[in-house]
C-alpha cells in the first residue's frame, strides 16, 4: 500500500464549479433557458426540469452580505437565512440575479418570514410545506403542492409541462442521485481513499454543474478512477471516523471540515443537506402517480423543521454502521432553533442506541472562532476511544 498523495485532474474542475458556473448560467440565459433559483433541498427539482428550466441553488454561504440584510432583518437570526437574503438585496450572487423565478418554502420560521421581504424585490413563489408527516391530510396537502408547483410554472414561462415530461425528468434525478451516492459512498471504505474534503468538494461543485447528463458520466468515471486507485493500493491513514450532521455547510463553515481533518479524524459521511439528505433514500419504486411519487420522495429529507423527525434518524441509523463511524460532529449555526433543539435527540441517539461520540459545534460565518472550534474538535478526537 503508499498513501495518496494527489487527486486525479478532475477534482479540480469540481472545486471551481462554483466559480465557473457564473459564466455558465450567463450563457444559459442568453440561449434562453429559464433559470429557476431555490433555498431547499425540499423543492421538486424534477418538476424545474420537465419545464425545461435550470433549478439552482442560491448563494447562501458567505458575510459578506449580511450588514445589508442586517438593515432589514434581525441581527440574531441564523446567518444562512441573513445571507441569502442580502444576496438577493444586493445582488450580490449572479445566480439570483439571472433566476427568473425564486422558489422559498415554509420550513423554519425566520426563511418563511423573510421569503415575505424577498418576495418584494423578485418575482417569487412560496411552496407549502407541512410541518409533520403525522396525517393523512399533511401528506395530501404535499401531494397538491407538486400540483401547484407545476401549474405556476406552466402559468409564468406559459407552457405546458406533461406528465410524460415528469417521468422523463425522475428518472434522469434518479440517475443523477445514484452517480452522487455512488461517489460520496467512497466513505465508506477504511483506510479511506479520499478525504471527506474532498467529498465534500465534488458534491458541492456538482451542485453547480448544469448539464446533468454530462455531470452524471462525470461523477460516475471518477469513482471508478478513485476505486480503481484504491485497489491499487492507494489510501489515506487511518484516522477516528467522523460523521458529520447538522446545518447545510459551505463556504466559512468549511473551516468545521477543516477542524476535523487537519486535527487528526477524517469524515466519512455528511448527513446534511448539502451532500446527503435529498439523496440517500430519495430513489424509491415508481408509481402510477408521478405527483405523489415526488411527494414521496421528498418526504424522505430528514430536515429538523419537521415534527416528528424520524427520517434523520433512519439515515443516521443506517450510515453510522455502513460507514463505521467513531463519531458524530453536530454543525449547528447560530440562532438555528430546529436543528439546535433537536441536536439533544442526536446526542442521546448517538450514545444510547450507537454508543458512540458526539460533539455540538455551534458557529456562523464569521472567522473568530476558528481556533475555539480547532480546540474542541481536538479534544474530541483526542477523547475518542476504541477507533
Ligand atoms: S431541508 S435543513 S435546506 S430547511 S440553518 S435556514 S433550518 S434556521 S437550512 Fe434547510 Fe431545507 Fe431543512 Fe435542508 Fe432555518 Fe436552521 Fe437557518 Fe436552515
Redesign the pocket.
Known amino acids: 500500500m503508499k498513501l495518496r498523495t494527489e487527486l486525479p485532474e478532475i477534482f479540480h474542475n469540481f472545486k471551481e464549479a462554483r466559480r465557473d458556473g457564473f459564466i455558465n448560467v450567463k450563457e444559459l440565459k442568453e440561449k434562453g433557458i429559464p433559470i429557476v433559483g431555490t433555498?431547499?433541498?425540499?423543492l421538486p427539482e424534477e418538476i424545474i426540469l420537465a419545464a425545461g428550466a435550470i433549478p439552482i441553488s442560491l448563494c447562501?454561504t458567505s458575510d459578506e452580505t449580511i450588514p445589508a440584510a442586517e438593515e432589514d432583518l434581525p441581527r440574531n437570526?441564523?446567518?444562512?437565512?441573513k445571507s441569502?437574503y442580502g444576496f438577493g438585496k444586493t445582488d450580490k450572487c449572479p445566480y439570483f440575479y439571472f433566476a427568473d423565478l425564486v422558489i422559498g418554502?415554509t420550513?423554519?420560521?425566520?426563511?418563511k418570514k423573510m421569503y415575505e421581504y424577498m418576495a418584494e424585490f423578485k418575482p417569487f413563489y412560496l411552496m407549502n410545506l407541512p410541518n409533520s408527516w403525522n396525517t393523512d391530510a399533511s401528506f395530501e396537502l404535499w401531494i397538491d403542492e407538486m400540483v401547484r408547483l407545476k401549474e405556476k410554472l406552466e402559468d409564468f414561462f406559459n407552457l405546458e409541462i406533461t406528465e410524460e415530461k415528469i417521468r422523463e425528468a425522475i428518472n434522469l434525478m434518479n440517475e443523477d442521485r445514484a452517480a452522487r451516492k455512488e461517489f460520496y459512498s467512497l466513505g465508506k471504505l477504511n483506510p479511506p481513499a479520499i478525504s471527506g474534503y474532498d467529498i465534500f468538494k465534488v458534491m458541492y461543485g456538482a451542485n453547480y454543474s448544469f448539464d446533468k447528463e454530462n455531470l452524471i458520466k462525470t461523477l460516475n468515471e471518477t469513482t471508478k478512477e478513485i476505486k480503481e486507485e484504491y485497489d491499487n493500493g492507494k489510501v489515506l491513514p487511518k484516522k477516528p471516523r467522523i460523521l458529520m450532521t447538522g446545518?447545510?455547510i459551505g463556504g466559512v463553515t468549511e473551516k468545521v471540515i477543516k477542524a476535523v481533518e487537519d486535527n487528526g479524524g477524517h469524515i466519512v459521511f455528511f448527513e446534511?443537506?448539502t451532500i446527503s439528505?435529498?439523496i440517500d433514500k430519495l430513489n424509491i419504486e415508481p408509481m402510477d402517480n408521478v405527483y405523489e411519487e415526488l411527494a414521496t420522495k421528498y418526504s424522505l429529507?430528514?430536515?429538523?423543521?419537521m415534527s416528528y423527525n424520524t427520517h434523520r434518524f433512519d439515515l443516521l441509523d443506517e450510515v453510522i454502521d455502513d460507514y463505521q463511524v467513531d463519531g458524530v460532529l453536530e454543525m449547528?449555526?447560530q440562532?438555528?432553533?430546529?436543528?439546535?433543539i433537536e441536536s439533544k435527540k442526536v446526542k442521546d441517539f448517538c450514545h444510547n442506541e450507537k454508543d458512540i461520540d458526539y460533539i455540538y459545534i455551534e458557529t456562523d460565518y464569521s472567522e473568530s472562532d476558528i481556533e475555539q472550534i480547532n480546540t474542541r474538535v481536538t479534544a474530541f478526537i483526542e477523547m475518542m476511544e476504541d477507533w
Do not use: M, Q, R, W
Open positions: 433555498f431547499c433541498t425540499y447562501s437570526l441564523c446567518p444562512l437565512i441569502s418554502e420550513t423554519c420560521d425566520g426563511k446545518c447545510p446534511n443537506c439528505k435529498n429529507v430528514g430536515c429538523s423543521c449547528g449555526l440562532s438555528c432553533h430546529p436543528y439546535a
